[in-house]
């Protein structure tokens, strides 16, 4: 269940106070314990839906796996996901469980160099798009956005090729869940990320920047802003990111030689 229904009050103030009771929908937020190997790893608040999803695309930026195959087996049972890796050595544990918010807080860690300096696009330089695809996945994001149009109380993310075609789309309360849903998905359907472009609703923080390095998608594009660190991590690793997606604009930060133009004024 994703969303609920519930009776509220709802005030308008046209020519006076006005109150009507109504029902209206609610997003559904839950939890959700990961053990890696029979350790518990990390408590996710998140919309309880894809949960393989955002499970594999939440290991892999972290640095937990490199590859899909080191997985041999997921089992999700109500509360909790059982995760076991080939490799028993997992150097991210640590000895408390982290929680991981619907919030941007990024635990209060640094992003280890070993994540950032593996995730480079600098290479995909001849994956470029027209201005008009950019807003084309900005549209496309907002029309797929059903969760968030009947509660308001959701992040979306898509996936598109280089002609804004939709290849995969997630909602979620979180916008990290969002991403790493739409990721998940499109890795287990074998998506070659390199001719892709990444839309998102949420603030682009650095950790955001590496979750799309990391899959080697080379743009990442919200109608949101980015942070100073989002900026830097998207210099280092060669991503174009484009912020403030609205109406007929954006801002390219990063990289704008992937964006078709004919001047710059």
Same mark, same amino acid.
């Given at each position: 269940?994703?969303?609920?229904?519930?009776?509220?009050?709802?005030?308008?103030?046209?020519?006076?106070?006005?109150?009507?009771?109504?029902?209206?929908?609610? #997003?559904?937020?839950?939890?959700?314990?990961?053990?890696?190997?029979?350790?518990? !790893?990390?408590?996710?608040?998140?919309?309880? !839906?894809?949960? =393989?999803?955002?499970?594999?695309?939440?290991?892999? &930026?972290?640095?937990?796996?490199? +590859?899909?195959?080191?997985?041999?087996?997921?089992?999700?049972?109500?509360?909790?996901?059982?995760?076991?890796?080939?490799?028993?050595?997992?150097?991210?544990?640590?000895?408390? &469980?982290?929680?991981?918010?619907?919030?941007?807080?990024?635990?209060?860690?640094?992003?280890?160099?070993?994540?950032?300096? =593996?995730?480079?696009? +600098?290479?995909? $330089?001849? *994956?470029?798009? +027209?201005?008009?695809?950019?807003?084309?996945?900005?549209?496309? $994001?907002?029309?797929?956005?059903?969760?968030?149009?009947?509660?308001?109380?959701?992040?979306?993310?898509?996936?598109?090729?280089?002609?804004?075609?939709?290849?995969?789309?997630?909602?979620?309360?979180?916008?990290?869940?969002?991403?790493? =849903? #739409?990721?998940? =998905?499109?890795?287990?359907?074998?998506?070659? *990320?390199?001719?892709?472009? $990444?839309?998102?609703?949420?603030?682009?923080?650095?950790?955001?920047?590496?979750?799309?390095?990391?899959?080697?998608?080379? #743009?990442?594009?919200?109608?949101?802003?980015?942070?100073?660190?989002?900026?830097?991590?998207?210099?280092?690793?060669?991503?174009? $990111?484009?912020?403030?997606?609205?109406?007929?604009?954006?801002?390219? !930060?990063?990289?704008?030689?992937?964006?078709?133009?004919?001047?710059?004024?």
């Amino acid at each position: 269940m994703v969303t609920l229904e519930r009776r509220i009050l709802r005030i308008r103030l046209n020519d006076g106070a006005h109150a009507e009771s109504i029902k209206d929908e609610v #997003v559904v937020e839950d939890q959700l314990e990961l053990f890696i190997n029979n350790t518990c !790893y990390a408590i996710f608040s998140f919309t309880p !839906y894809e949960i =393989k999803e955002l499970i594999v695309w939440h290991l892999l &930026p972290e640095g937990i796996i490199s +590859k899909l195959e080191e997985m041999k087996g997921l089992e999700i049972s109500e509360g909790r996901a059982d995760v076991y890796l080939s490799n028993k050595t997992v150097t991210r544990f640590s000895e408390k &469980p982290q929680l991981i918010l619907t919030s941007c807080s990024s635990r209060g860690l640094k992003v280890p160099p070993h994540l950032w300096m =593996k995730a480079k696009v +600098k290479n995909n $330089l001849d *994956f470029r798009l +027209k201005p008009q695809t950019i807003l084309k996945a900005l549209a496309e $994001l907002n029309s797929h956005a059903f969760v968030f149009r009947r509660t308001g109380g959701t992040h979306a993310s898509a996936l598109l090729d280089g002609e804004g075609k939709l290849l995969e789309f997630s909602e979620d309360i979180g916008r990290h869940n969002a991403i790493d =849903k #739409v990721i998940g =998905k499109a890795a287990l359907d074998g998506i070659k *990320f390199t001719r892709t472009l $990444l839309a998102s609703t949420g603030r682009l923080a650095s950790e955001m920047v590496i979750k799309a390095a990391s899959a080697r998608i080379p #743009v990442i594009v919200s109608m949101a802003a980015p942070t100073d660190k989002g900026i830097k991590m998207a210099e280092i690793t060669g991503l174009t $990111l484009i912020g403030f997606a609205r109406g007929k604009r954006f801002n390219v !930060y990063t990289n704008p030689e992937r964006i078709l133009v004919n001047k710059c004024l």
